[in-house]
């Protein structure tokens, strides 16, 4: 697909033709079959850490939107892939040099060009991002979006590395809890969950 053909299918919100451009979710999920995943999220609190060495050391690392790290020692410094959910800087994207891309927004017209088309790109689709912000009664973030999918996986573990769930905000923007559309209270419920029924998956700080 060209720029052109692009741009028409995200003006007029051609899912079918913006999907086209992303591999499919089973091809995505597979790469973390009996993978070690470190998934990172973007919690200040976790700049208070040192949990940088163990997190380069998962086979995988996930890293979200513009993806602050601060220290290598408290957020490692690997990238494999980056999940997006806003628009991403050309300064950010060379400082993060992440192997693969994926979209999990449902707002395509924040999707540029030179991720839809990167090598290996994922869309997240609408029907999975619906049915998450149905069970939790209000939109998704882009990691609890990312800890549902990845548990469908046959990975081997999953740790996540800064979730708090807004308690010490967010190391890429200065908003509270009650300024975003989500529900931190309702993911954090769902992710204790998830932990105690599938445990592959430990919520390290």
Not at 27 to 33: E, G, N, R, T
Not at 54 to 69: G, L, Q, T, Y
Not at 117 to 135: I, N, Q, V
């Amino acid at each position: 697909m060209n720029r052109l053909r692009f741009l028409l299918a995200r003006t007029l919100r051609d899912e079918a033709a913006l999907q086209t451009l992303s591999v499919p979710q089973a091809h995505f999920l597979a790469q973390f079959a009996g993978k070690s995943v470190a998934l990172v999220g973007n919690a200040r609190a976790l700049a208070q850490t040192a949990h940088g060495d163990a997190i380069d050391n998962h086979d995988i690392v996930i890293r979200i939107n513009r993806a602050p790290i601060p220290s290598a020692q408290s957020h490692g410094a690997r990238t494999d892939i980056l999940a997006l959910a806003t628009s991403l800087p050309d300064a950010d994207r060379a400082r993060l040099n992440p192997s693969r891309l994926a979209w999990f927004s449902p707002k395509r017209k924040r999707l540029d060009f030179a991720t839809a088309t990167s090598p290996g790109f994922y869309l997240h689709p609408l029907p999975d991002y619906e049915a998450l912000k149905a069970r939790l009664a209000a939109p998704p973030t882009t990691g609890a979006m990312l800890i549902e999918l990845l548990a469908r996986s046959k990975l081997a573990r999953l740790s996540l590395y800064g979730f708090d769930f807004f308690a010490s905000q967010s190391l890429s923007g200065r908003r509270s809890a009650a300024q975003v559309p989500h529900d931190f209270k309702a993911e954090a419920e769902f992710v204790a969950a998830l932990t105690l029924r599938d445990r592959r998956i430990t919520r390290i700080a």
